[in-house]
DNA sequence: GGTATCGCTTGATATGGGTCAATTTGCGCG
DNA sequence: CGCGCAAATTGACCCATATCAAGCGATACC
């Protein structure tokens, strides 16, 4: 199977681009052929929970097409979003007996599984592959801990707006484009799952959108297009170091 | 060398006491004695910093004895701690350049270095070391997660409360003790330092504390030793599941 | 022994964001 | 084309926490 041909989302190396993340069909052609034996596909619904806190696990997965969050949930019903997974995204942690959030579909959603036993042997015996779940997973951790900052110490404000300049940043590596001067981007959530994701209330979310749109940080098309004019000027907004630099 | 005999924070397996987490003297003798090789002890006083964000990294390291704290800071100055490092504990992740953020002694602390290049070298080689790696890192990106949800959604009591609750478990695990009932320990940090953790100022964790004890919740010996009279009592103000259970 | 300092506590006041409630917008559907 | 409903906006009010400020107690230092 030609590298090209591989289906959006398949575990590749980390010279491929973002989307193809875990272990290279021209570098590992063997572990390709093994991983291809053990997978399967699952397609959810958006609403649906693709998995639920406490559940027992039995397969990994890395998301193919769609959006789907990860929650934390208090028993009085207060929610936070502590993730957000993307196409190329990986889920399931291999060693886990069971998941500590649950996983639900923002927009309908389709994932490349691989049960847990086989792929987790896999792991035994081949360095690359976890030395590349462990590349992910230090991702995922220092993307957790910016995600701390702006959650502790954060304005409504700067919170709004460092959101905007992620999601514009995640769109744009996608997509190839560079994030800088003007762009344009389709907000992937809802008021509410913004507000949950930033700590906030789906009103200050609201207010603080409109107060940008008001003073031209941002440009709205409908309810979900937004228009960047300046990213420069957004980054600002977000109280990020002005250098841009993601050091480490 | 006899496993009981390594200096506190080496290196170890799974199966050994928490103080001990990556590679196992007993399961792998050999890769054992290869670290051996290529570690040295680093001390710092209390204030310094170990790494500064943006620091080239040429080592890792595991904590040996003392505390140090992960933070995140902005330009203006606000701060916010995203993780303490207790010993055995590990810090510097393979394959990253650069550090993302600070580490600052809290404590006199030593620490376990390894030289950067040869550990990864090893790390290609032993499937048993990365997973090691991959597995407390699964851990501490678990403990972000949890540490966002509170972040996010708790109130200033529920953030105290889940702080002393969390302080005094890890001090049970570590004197293997179990965390229920009456419970006695000293807090590692300074007010300030508390309210760095939890996104708050320090003039409202010092209101808080005073106000769980002056509703018996908790008793305070000075300024920094605190008893719990009843743990469920303090994980019921933490606002955590009452089950207590950790899923995941 | 006196005093400067640091960590902490407590009080008074200000304010950002939460809460509750009323509209408005926009989209799917008969 | 208009109905119905969910999502979003906007307003009025309130409260939890921040901010500013004063004072306390222990420890270190001359």
Redesign the interface.
């Known amino acids: 199977m030609a590298h090209d041909d591989l289906p959006h989302g398949t575990l590749t190396c980390g010279e491929c681009p973002i989307r193809h993340r875990a272990v290279c069909a021209r570098c590992e052609p063997t572990e390709l052929g093994e991983l291809e034996r053990i997978k399967y596909y699952r397609s959810f619904e958006a609403g649906q929970t693709v998995i639920w806190?406490?559940d027992q696990m039995d397969f990994v997965a890395s998301v193919v097409s769609g959006i789907a969050t990860?929650t934390?949930t208090?028993?009085?019903g207060?929610?936070?979003m502590?993730?957000l997974l993307l196409p190329s995204d990986f889920v399931g942690?291999?060693?886990?007996a069971?998941?500590?959030?649950n996983v639900i579909a923002t927009t309908d959603i389709l994932m490349c599984c691989f049960r847990r036993k086989p792929f987790e042997d896999m792991?035994?015996?081949?360095?690359h592959l976890?030395?590349r779940?462990?590349?992910m997973?230090?991702d995922?951790?220092?993307a957790?801990?910016?995600?701390?900052?702006l959650?502790?110490?954060k304005t409504a404000r700067e919170k709004i707006a460092s959101l905007l300049s992620i999601i514009a940043r995640r769109d744009a590596s996608v997509n190839m484009m560079p994030s800088i001067g003007r762009m344009s981007f389709d907000l992937p959530l809802t008021r509410e799952a913004m507000a949950d994701y930033?700590?906030l209330t789906l009103e200050t979310v609201s207010r603080q959108i409109s107060a940008l749109k008001r003073e031209g940080v941002i440009e709205l098309a409908g309810k979900r297009h937004v228009t960047v004019p300046d990213m420069d000027r957004l980054m600002f907004e977000a109280?990020d170091?002005?250098d841009g630099?993601?050091?480490?």
């Open positions: 806190a406490g990860l934390q208090m028993e009085d207060r929610t936070q502590v993730g942690r291999p060693g886990r069971r998941a500590a959030y792991m035994e015996r081949t360095p976890a030395q779940l462990l590349q997973t230090l995922e951790l220092d957790a801990r910016e995600w701390m900052l959650l502790g110490r930033l700590g109280g170091d002005s630099g993601l050091v480490g």
